[in-house]
């Protein structure tokens, strides 16, 4: 199983940038689509943003959509995520995840991460 460990939140003004990062463990990283999803007080996990296993496709929730853009560097078995615009709304913990299906938004199992505090000040 693939162990992953989110990191680079923080707390950041409205209409700041930061770069999530998740490192992925396991010599077969590069197989795998992986996907960014947020948790917010109250609500439940929500996918945001997706990407196959050699980086060439994406897809992006409409929360996601232009502001937040994924990407992944499979030498170094990390995928990233990079976030402007931010908005208090955006405040969650966010948690990276192998993923598989439509979108690549299904997490192909019921592991996650710590997961990476995000806080959006107004």
């Known amino acids: 199983q693939v162990q992953l460990v989110e990191s680079g939140g923080g707390l950041v003004q409205a209409g700041g940038s930061l770069r999530l990062s998740c490192a992925a463990s396991?010599?077969?990283?590069?197989?795998?689509?992986m996907a960014w999803f947020r948790q917010a007080p109250g609500k439940d996990r929500a996918f945001l943003a997706s990407i196959s296993a050699s980086g060439g496709i994406t897809y992006y929730a409409d929360s996601a959509q232009g502001r937040f853009t994924i990407f992944r560097d499979n030498a170094k078995n990390t995928v990233y995520l990079q976030m402007n615009s931010l908005k208090p709304a955006d405040t969650a913990v966010y948690y990276c995840?192998?993923?598989?299906?439509?979108?690549?938004?299904?997490?192909?199992?019921?592991?996650w991460g710590q997961g990476t505090q995000v806080t959006v000040s107004s």
């Open positions: 396991g010599r077969t990283f590069g197989n795998y689509p």
């Open positions: 995840a192998v993923t598989s299906g439509p979108g690549f938004s299904k997490p192909t199992s019921n592991y």
